[in-house]
């Protein structure tokens, strides 16, 4: 029996070491797909320029937005209808901060928000929970909300938790800022947070620099990713509020609209992102107005209306434009936080949910979003399973062995292995195959093994 040598067992160790320390990445072997041609993408973000320029974006007169745009150069009507310049714009998507870290509860694990990894999040702000006891439907509360949180907290290849469903029964800023200390103390993984009340995001920031001991501790070290959420070209002034507040503060950023293509949008794939584009770049504008370098990303989604029935449907057509706008944000270099993946239309979990599911989920393998951050979301939304959660953490542990790609070197070829057991013998009894066992047959690590 031939042994494996020393060189060829620490340069599979280290490898195996590399893997696990970043699991994350998906920037490897293999390439995200573009659906667009060559230059489509520039004249998409174009476009976006173009309706900022010449329709303008609204931005809630009682807010502190139109005077940094004035005070920028840019024409601010009464009603706060803001034309910002392409200049202007373009410097903004120039100065801003391409990637952050966004770091556990311990500050010592960090998660790389960037263009080259995806990473996995149950969620989001769902108002219904399939009952654990029953299996009937009913409103979500703080209960739901921490186990959800302690199931994603044990999950192998969920990576940070954000508001999966909301406390319905405490619908005010109390329960808003409840929501975050539930996710805070169950589980040490980094959070997302969403909130409506930009005091609710005041107290939290207060929250997260006291778990950190200082203001620039939370600065270095950033505990939790604010997502905001205005309407297509429409900012109100809790959303304004937010941005300032989380780039004046040093809290990562995520800005972006959810349209619905055909009724707050329009209904081709190019309209509709371009419009969520500008959307997109009229808050990172903004949040460099207020303070330059900051890391506020636009990430908006791309729905579409169903005619049919006026919900939000046509899957191959959300799914499409997801992958275009991943490709776009990776003309400007910049992190999509667009991922549709892990949520579904059907109403329970069903065959029609896992279906979609593994559909949306496993699409994230080619367009390489910087978060997945619907997993387990049923109902276009409005209900939370965590059988569904399962099947997502599943899904992922697959999609980060496709990501790995397979090695070929002289140690797996097993050339040597092959000599030495020659056409009849079998590999069982090799240290080779001890060696190599738990990392080819247990790479994809799964909830349920």
């Known amino acids: 029996m031939r042994r494996e040598s020393a060189s060829a067992r620490r340069r599979r160790t280290q490898g195996t070491v590399t893997r696990a320390a970043d699991p994350g990445l998906h920037s490897g072997p293999t390439a995200p797909y573009d659906p667009l041609a060559p230059g489509l993408a520039t004249r998409l973000i174009d476009a976006a320029l173009t309706l900022l320029e010449e329709t303008g974006v609204v931005f809630d007169p009682d807010c502190e937005a139109p005077s940094l745009f004035a005070a920028a150069g840019c024409e601010v009507s009464a009603d706060g209808v803001v034309k910002p310049g392409r200049a202007l714009v373009r410097g903004a998507l120039d100065s801003v901060a391409r990637q952050a870290r966004l770091w556990d509860r311990s500050a010592e694990r960090c998660l790389e928000l960037d263009n080259r990894h995806t990473w996995f999040l149950p969620g989001m702000t769902c108002i219904k929970v ?30 940070a938790v954000c508001i999966a469903c909301k406390d319905i ?70 959303h304004v509020d937010q941005v300032l507040m989380a780039a004046r503060a040093g809290v990562p950023v995520s800005v972006g609209t959810l349209p619905i ?101 496993l699409q994230a393998f080619y367009s390489r979003p910087a978060t997945c951050d619907y997993l387990g979301s049923l109902d276009e939304g409005m209900s939370y399973s965590l059988h569904a959660l399962l099947l997502c953490d599943d899904l992922a542990g697959l999609l980060r062995s496709l990501w790995q790609g397979v090695v070929v070197d002289d140690d797996t070829l097993a050339l040597a292995q092959a000599r030495s057991v020659g ?26 093994r």
Request: aromatic share 6%; hydrophobic share 40%; net charge negative.
């Open 130 to 159: 399939y009952d654990l006891a029953s299996g009937e439907l009913r409103e979500s509360t703080a209960d739901d909300l921490a186990t959800i949180t302690r199931v994603a907290d044990a999950l192998p290849n969920i990576d």
């Open 169 to 238: 029964p405490r619908s005010d800023i109390h329960g808003e800022i409840g929501e975050f200390v539930v996710m805070a103390r169950n589980t040490t993984k980094p959070l997302e947070y969403l909130c409506e009340n930009a005091e609710s995001l005041g107290v939290v920031i207060e929250m997260a620099t006291a778990i950190r001991g200082s203001r620039e501790a939370l600065v270095e070290k950033p505990y939790f990713l604010q997502i905001v959420t205005p309407l297509p070209l429409n900012y109100a002034k809790t």
């Open 261 to 361: 293509g055909g009724a707050s949008s329009p209904i081709t794939i190019a309209g509709c992102i371009a419009q969520s584009l500008a959307t997109d770049f009229a808050g990172m504008t903004l949040a460099q107005l207020a303070r330059r370098g900051a890391f506020v990303i636009g990430s908006s989604d791309v729905f579409f209306m169903e005619p049919a029935t006026g919900a939000i449907g046509n899957f191959a057509q959300t799914s499409l434009g997801d992958m275009v706008m991943c490709q776009v944000r990776r003309e400007l270099g910049l992190p999509s936080f667009t991922g549709i993946g892990g949520q579904s239309a059907a109403r329970r979990f069903n065959q029609d949910a896992v279906w979609e599911i593994t559909a949306n989920l």
């Open 423 to 448: 056409p009849r013998g079998n590999y069982l009894a090799l240290d080779h195959t001890v060696g190599h066992c738990r990392e080819q047959v247990g790479r994809h690590v799964t909830s349920g």
